[in-house]
């Protein structure tokens, strides 16, 4: 094929087929583009996709002086279209090649059909769904012929399901044919199959029947599946409130303070993962896909350290003293939002999403996206690490003791003061580890932390304040809740209900799902 | 003797107070309406409307201090009872713009035009009567308190529990007043106002008796506060914040002490709220905003818990320093001041500054009189409470 061209180049007399097919751009007329766009097409030429992409695209340029083509690539360099070579500039008296609507259709039927055979995988089974949702009559050759060659099983399902999606609506196909292409959408059972059947037209008797069942059973489908997403939604809302409210469950729930600026650590951690990816991009932007990484262990030692901070200061002079504590703290959290504020800027901050995080897979009629599906599965690891930190550690054990008996664990020897700082640091740690997933699926600003201190305080408060088990049952509830409610009342509405819900259910268990009992409960 | 001795003192406290509001309540107006404009005495009309807004703030204060500071409820809703009664307040005002509206609709308010509605939702019926709105102004944060007391105070929610439900009620009610097919304006909430009773809003002399109003408002709501609190009634509610358990056990019904006071304090509220609209001619859901009530509850901690006079002194000396910040070079650092002051108050000065005056006053009165007096004095709950929970 080079060798061909190479002597079209030099003889341009000698000009075979497709080159001849090429120049017939340059005559801006209709029937002869059309012509041109078949012979293209069918030439099996490696600069046919190119050009005939470039036709669509209006980036062809044809010279009715010289009779030469040109492509001019979506980088402004351009290529003679016979040839290949590449050209220093497009003469000024060459324009677009013009189209009208007729030859759109034959473009993109050329292009499907062009695509359907492409050597890569993903180009392939693009273009076979494009054609699918398409169904032009025209590209069922293209697709038979495709469908004969293609090894690959997900492509040949979906070309098998573009070829039914034409027999469906081609008006001379036999019933046979017609039955078998519903029996195919059937077994896709999505939307889309859903749209085409429901939207076929006049049918033989027989295949509206065999179309009606086949509606039916895809919308029982979907109705299974539009509950699995509503459910796969509310794990995701859940896990995020769970990860917003742990760090309060310690705080509010293990050590009974009322820590308004909660969110603020959750903000405080967004932030530094953005100083973090900052750091990342202006000095080893090989790192980036780490960035998460490297932030999580930072956002801990940060929140916590100024949760000790905070600790010592403040709080450790109101305990016992919770309504005081809650204001205190409020005025805390002004401060934190007005700091950072001050130093980042009122606006939001750019936050990236590390390369194993974007994206989403299907799973049946499903998406997932795996942002949401690494948060949930890091909101249980940090709810694990933290259940057994509380379990087996030697701290874990002192703050146990010091928060069932304060005045017992000190005289057994532990420095409940210590413990006090560490508690609170360690609610605070994970409040900023939060902060670092919430920083990939919200807006990092200062008002960040706001967003989520009233839905964390429902979660704890429903969960049963003192403990960890309450705050992930009550997460999750609510979470789902939210989410099943939300296609029903709407979105504001739903969130309304959920907080009425919650107030409701505080009067008939004042303490929460799971209570403590006995006398902690007075204390 | 003692007690007498302190009620005298405390008296002593509430009569200046009354006369200072009394006074300015009837000057501020004179000298703006009465003397010339640009004159050394006369009080220009923005500084009336103003003032006005922070009396406004003082009766929330007020209400406030009624249940956090003698029956040891903290409310992070109140700012709720205030918005609804500006938004009953609001709707009545709306209605009285009649056909001068921009779509001009005799009936409909613009918004509701904008929206395309077609007749008037059942419940802005009667609010072209004033009489009508100035009894919802009362009922309707009245009957949310008592629905709501009712059901929190009957299950024993008590402390921290009733404080984050109460901001969840804010909360709900934010996000309700926020959707535009709720009736209320939404987002832009309910402005451009006319008239209030036939006179110009926007006018010098209804400003003016806007804000005699709100003085009167003040003193009324404080009179009715002392009347509470040095009643029979207020000892038990003094004895429920100390020591609830204990009260229940002396065989009174506590629940039924909670939602008394509660739902008074909630029409006070209202009340505030709807002489605040017509001043700054707005209402809009923001009020609702859970920080708004927080920033309420701190006024009530600076002036000084369960002194009535603190309350509504701390709302005039905060607001004033909001007002003062952040107009100036100094406004993005009002909120650092803002948090500091929460911090500040609650560690070195939990009796506020009426509170921690009062003190300081017994301990100089102390000196001079006996010491069997001091000990006696430091039983008493009223000028000194215990800020336990």
């Avoid at chain 1, 076979?128 to 099983?153: G, I, M, P």
């Avoid at chain 1, 070829?163 to 008006?171: D, E, P, Q, V, Y």
């Avoid at chain 1, 292409?181 to 999505?190: E, I, N, P, Q």
């Amino acid at each position: 094929m080079l060798s061909l061209f190479l002597i079209a180049f030099a003889l341009p007399a000698f000009a075979g087929p497709f080159e001849d097919a090429v120049a017939k751009f340059a005559n801006d007329d209709f029937s002869d583009t059309e012509e041109a766009i078949g012979v293209i097409a069918g030439s099996g030429s490696k600069l046919a996709f190119p050009i005939i992409n470039a036709l669509q695209d209006g980036r062809l340029m044809a010279d009715p002086d010289s009779k030469k083509v040109y492509v001019t690539g979506t980088d402004g360099k351009s290529i003679d279209a016979a040839t290949g070579e590449a050209v220093a500039s497009v003469p000024d008296t060459a324009s677009a090649v013009r189209l009208n609507n007729r030859l759109r259709r034959s473009v993109d039927a050329a292009l499907g059909s062009l695509t359907l055979q492409s050597p890569d995988l993903g180009t392939r089974l693009q273009a076979a769904q494009s054609v699918f949702k398409s169904h032009e009559e025209t590209a069922l050759e293209a697709v038979d012929s495709a469908l004969a060659k293609e090894a690959n099983k997900s492509v040949k399902a979906a070309l098998a399901e573009a070829r039914a999606a034409i027999l469906l609506f081609k008006s001379d196909a036999t019933e046979v044919e017609k039955l078998e292409a519903v029996a195919t959408l059937k077994a896709r059972g999505d939307q889309d199959a859903l749209a085409l059947l429901t939207g076929m037209g006049d049918q033989p008797a027989s295949v509206t029947k065999a179309a009606a069942s086949a509606i039916g059973s895809i919308q029982n489908s979907l109705a299974v599946w539009s509950m699995v997403q509503n459910a796969w939604y509310g794990l995701s809302l859940g896990s995020v409130l769970l990860l917003a409210a742990i760090g309060l469950a310690i705080t509010f729930g293990v050590m009974g303070v009322i820590n308004m600026a909660h969110g603020e650590m959750v903000m405080i951690g967004a932030y530094t993962t953005f100083v973090v990816q900052e750091v990342i991009r202006t000095r080893y932007p090989g790192l980036f896909d780490y960035s998460l990484l490297i932030a999580v262990p930072l956002a801990f030692l940060v929140a916590g350290a100024i949760g000790v901070l905070i600790e010592r200061s403040i709080i450790r002079f109101l305990y016992g003293r919770p309504l005081e504590t809650l204001l205190a703290t409020w005025g805390l959290s002004l401060v934190l939002q007005q700091a950072v504020r001050t130093m980042f800027g009122p606006t939001n901050r750019e936050v990236g999403n590390p390369s194993w995080m974007s994206g989403a897979f299907e799973l049946g009629q499903i998406t997932i996206t795996y942002n949401r599906l690494w948060i949930l599965l890091f909101t249980l690891a940090v709810f694990a690490i933290l259940l057994a930190m509380l379990r087996y550690t030697a701290l874990g054990l002192e703050m146990r003791a010091v928060t069932q008996n304060r005045r017992m664990a000190a005289s057994m020897g532990i420095a409940t003061s210590r413990v006090d700082a560490l508690t609170f640091g360690l609610g605070s740690g994970i409040a900023g580890i939060a902060g670092v997933a919430l920083s990939q699926i919200d807006n990092v600003s200062p008002n960040l932390g706001q967003s989520y201190i009233i839905d964390s305080f429902m979660v704890v408060v429903f969960g049963g304040v003192g403990n960890l088990w309450g705050t992930l049952v009550g997460a999750f509830t609510l979470g789902i809740a939210n989410k099943f409610l939300e296609p029903v009342a709407g979105a504001v509405l739903g969130k309304i209900a959920i907080l009425v819900l919650i107030i409701l259910f505080i009067q008939k268990r004042p303490r929460g799902l799971f209570a403590l009992k006995g006398r902690a409960v007075e204390a | 003797m003692t007690p007498h001795m302190l009620t005298r003192s405390l008296d002593r406290g509430a009569t200046i107070f009354l006369l200072v509001v009394a006074a300015l309540g009837v000057l501020i107006p004179l000298s703006n309406l009465l003397l010339p404009a640009g004159s050394f005495l006369q009080v220009p009309t923005y500084l009336v409307a103003l003032w006005g807004k922070y009396a406004c703030y003082a009766i929330l204060a007020l209400a406030i201090d009624l249940i956090w500071g003698y029956c040891g409820i903290l409310s992070l809703g109140h700012g709720a009872f205030f918005a609804l009664g500006g938004y009953a307040m609001g709707m009545y005002l709306m209605r009285q713009i009649g056909t001068r509206g921009v779509y001009g609709n005799p009936i409909l308010p613009d918004f509701m035009v904008f929206l395309n509605w077609q007749k008037l939702p059942w419940y802005w019926y009667g609010f072209d009567m004033f009489w009508f709105a100035a009894l919802m102004v009362l009922v309707v944060p009245g009957l949310l308190a008592f629905c709501f007391g009712w059901l929190a105070f009957r299950s024993r929610v008590t402390g921290v529990y009733l404080s984050i439900i109460t901001q969840a009620m804010t909360y709900a009610l934010l996000l309700a007043f926020f959707r535009n097919d709720f009736g209320f304006g939404g987002n832009n909430g309910l402005t451009d106002f006319k008239d209030i009773l036939g006179f110009n809003v926007q006018a010098e002399g209804t400003r003016a008796a806007l804000f005699a109003l709100s003085c009167l408002a003040l003193i009324v709501g404080f009179l009715i506060c002392r009347a509470i609190v040095s009643s029979k009634l207020g000892k038990v509610l003094i004895a429920v914040r100390d020591a609830e358990s204990r009260t229940r056990f002396l065989g009174y019904r506590v629940e039924s002490y909670k939602l008394f006071v509660f739902t008074v304090s909630a029409c006070m509220a209202g009340v505030a709220g709807a002489l605040y609209v017509p001043q700054v001619g707005i209402i809009n859901p923001s009020e609702f905003a859970p920080g708004n009530s927080i920033e309420a509850v701190i006024w009530v901690a600076v002036g000084g818990r369960g002194t009535l006079v603190g309350a509504a002194l701390g709302a005039v000396v905060v607001n004033y320093a909001k007002t003062f910040f952040t107009s100036g070079v100094l406004a993005p650092y009002w909120l650092f001041m803002l948090g500091a002051l929460f911090i500040l108050v609650t560690l070195l000065l939990p009796k506020g500054i009426v509170g921690t005056f009062n003190a300081w006053w017994d301990q100089s009165n102390e000196k001079r009189t006996s010491a069997t007096m001091a000990s006696a004095a430091a039983e008493d709950g009223v000028t000194e409470p215990k800020l336990a929970e």
